[in-house]
């Protein structure tokens, strides 16, 4: 039985063309296999855009979950490629024997490296921090700070989860804190290298 709304995934996957389709999965496998941190939805929906797609974010984001998906599904179950081609055409009968090639190939060449990266990361699933930004700013007028004219730091965390989704996390700091956060992450550093 296949879901309305897989249904309305897998035929804007047919739209795409057969090369950016490709890019997209092979950036999704190159995840999967750990070489790669996370796959960027904005990316992906600027890269769509640019050729003239008129997929909306949402779309571009559900079409690389359902593909994230359907890999991860493929390696957890050992599927050969002919078996996750199989899988998609019974789950649904909308996927483009274009698609269906491409990610056949794809899973021959990735599927093992995929299956093996899965396996290492089921024992340790943790996030990762992907980048940090951090900028100093002054505050000069506010309805409810009594304190002006202090600086303070906004800091901008881009971090990876397992399921390969990008997040960011944002927050504020005095100076003092921010001091102490730089100190705590200096010491992190310096054990990991020692691992």
């Not at 035929?11 to 999967?32: A, Q, R, V, W, Y």
């Not at 909308?94 to 490296?113: D, F, I, P, R, Y």
């Not at 089921?122 to 996030?127: D, K, L």
């Not at 900028?135 to 004219?149: E, I, Y």
Request: proline residues 1%; glycine residues 6%.
């Amino acid at each position: 039985m296949e879901l309305s709304s897989d249904v309305a995934v897998v035929e804007n996957i047919g739209k795409l063309p057969s090369d950016m389709f490709e890019g997209t999965c092979h950036e999704i496998l190159l995840h999967l296999e750990g070489k790669r941190s996370a796959v960027d939805v904005v990316e992906n929906y600027q890269k769509f855009q640019r050729a003239g797609m008129t997929l909306d974010w949402k779309a571009v984001q559900d079409i690389i979950r359902l593909l994230l998906f359907n890999f991860r599904s493929a390696a957890k179950t050992k599927l050969t490629a002919d078996g996750l081609v199989t899988k998609l055409g019974e789950c649904s009968s909308k996927w483009s024997k274009s698609a269906l090639q491409v990610m056949h190939q794809l899973w021959t060449e990735h599927g093992s490296l995929v299956q093996t990266h899965q396996e290492l990361q089921a024992v340790a699933s943790i996030g990762q921090l992907v980048d940090i930004q951090w900028k100093l700013g002054m505050a000069v007028s506010s309805d409810t700070c009594r304190s002006l004219n202090s600086p303070y730091i906004s800091v901008l965390m881009k971090i990876a989860d397992t399921s390969g989704e990008i997040s960011y996390k944002s927050f504020e700091m005095t100076v003092l804190q921010f001091q102490n956060f730089y100190r705590q992450f200096k010491e992190i550093a310096s054990v990991l290298e020692t691992v």
